[in-house]
Nanobody
Framework: QVQLAESGGGLVQPGGSLRLSCAAS????????MGWHRQTPGKERELVAA???????NYADSVKGRFTASTNNGKTMLYLQMNSLKPEDTAVYYCYANVIERAGLRVRAYWGQGTQVNVSA
């Protein structure tokens, strides 16, 4: 089994910064790509940032220039540095990873449990 565990959410004032972390563990052979989604009540989950296997990243237009996603060399950690936060960034943030499992080398998508980010004065 594979687990993804997010941390770093919380309450921040508009204009502030937060750094989210996502730790991948378990029976991982390798990770193809990872990223972050977010969801607010009544809305569909939306892609925030994605990091490809070659290390390149892309972002939702709403967060470009403010958010930066990165991984460590082994892709066991995923980060999301969020700057200049706005109230509309308030959401539950989920990390995901497309994992090649050690057993059978199957490719499967995994999600973390989510971490709440609240941007409010």
């Amino acid at each position: 089994q594979v687990q993804l565990a997010e941390s770093g959410g919380g309450l921040v004032q508009p204009g502030g910064s937060l750094r989210l972390s996502c730790a991948a563990s378990g029976a991982i052979f390798s990770i193809n790509n990872m990223g972050w989604h977010r969801q607010t009540p009544g809305k569909e989950r939306e892609l925030v940032a994605a990091v490809s296997s070659d290390g390149s990243s892309n972002y939702a237009d709403s967060v470009k220039g403010r958010f930066t996603a990165s991984t460590n060399n082994g892709k066991t950690m995923l980060y999301l540095q969020m700057n200049s936060l706005k109230p509309e960034d308030t959401a539950v943030y989920y990390c995901y990873a497309n994992v090649i499992e050690r057993a059978g080398l199957r490719v499967r998508a995994y999600w973390g449990q989510g971490t709440q980010v609240n941007v409010s004065a």
